[in-house]
């Protein structure tokens, strides 16, 4: 069974215990030996640095005339938990994790928090075992093919809009509501964002902060259309 996942990811494992240790979470490491040393987090913790470390140097190296800010906020969407969880799946690595009984129940093997994480256990298992070679070879088969150059999951398109009009002098913004509608459990709310007083993007979203994001974005594609 695990042979399928060392085929999935494409590499064999000099010492498979690595791997084991990967993909157990710490509700099956408390139960089985009351011991949650055993169990996959301090493989995360190592696994998040060495992730972190790579996509920020292929960043770097891709995007010569990108700023730091907007690097930063392109990191963040390649190693958030959707991202993760998504590569995850892709591998069908839920299927080989060990679960406690209470998590096994609560569907943790299709939970996104616990695929994120066992996917950076892997990453730092792989690195233990390989080297950074094999880390890296990881990392770039399955996270660094999919860069979000334009629309980004995580995107802060406010802190984007604010420090693009910031390039000039005397640029005001200015978010308003101006359309609220649905039942409060279902809330539909559109936003219009201005810049000097003149309307530069309208948009739409389950919570004001949402559609403030979305109008932000339509004013980048729109006033700064080779930055979206």
């Not at 301090?42 to 140097?57: K, T, Y």
């Not at 991202?83 to 609560?106: C, F, P, S």
């Not at 308003?176 to 530069?200: A, I, M, Q, R, Y």
Request: net charge negative; charged share 25%.
């Amino acid at each position: 069974m695990i042979k399928d996942l060392e085929a999935a990811i494409g590499y064999r494992f000099g010492n498979i215990t690595l791997l084991q240790n990967a993909l157990t979470h710490s509700s099956y490491a408390n139960e089985r030996w009351h011991n949650s040393l055993m169990s996959n987090e301090r493989l995360e913790f190592l696994g998040d640095s060495i992730l972190g470390m790579c996509v920020a140097e292929f960043l770097y190296r891709t995007f010569p005339d990108r700023p730091e800010g907007e690097l930063t906020r392109m990191r963040a969407d390649m190693v958030c938990e959707k991202t993760l969880a998504a590569v995850a799946n892709r591998i069908d690595l839920g299927k080989h994790l060990l679960l406690g009984n209470g998590e096994e129940q609560g569907g943790g093997r299709s939970r996104n928090s616990i695929l994120a994480d066992a996917v950076e256990s892997v990453i730092a298992a792989s690195f233990l075992d390989g080297g950074m070679e094999a880390a890296k070879q990881f990392i770039q088969k399955f996270i660094l093919v999919e860069v979000p150059v334009t629309r980004m999951h995580n995107a802060d398109y406010k802190t984007a809009l604010q420090e693009l009009v910031q390039q000039k002098k005397n640029q005001v913004l200015s978010y308003t509501l101006v359309g609220e509608s649905g039942p409060d459990h279902d809330k539909h709310f559109e936003v219009e964002v201005k810049l000097n007083g003149k309307v530069v993007g309208l948009g739409s979203g389950s919570s004001k902060k949402r559609a403030e994001q979305d109008a932000a974005r339509v004013a980048i594609e729109k006033l700064f259309p080779e930055k979206a």
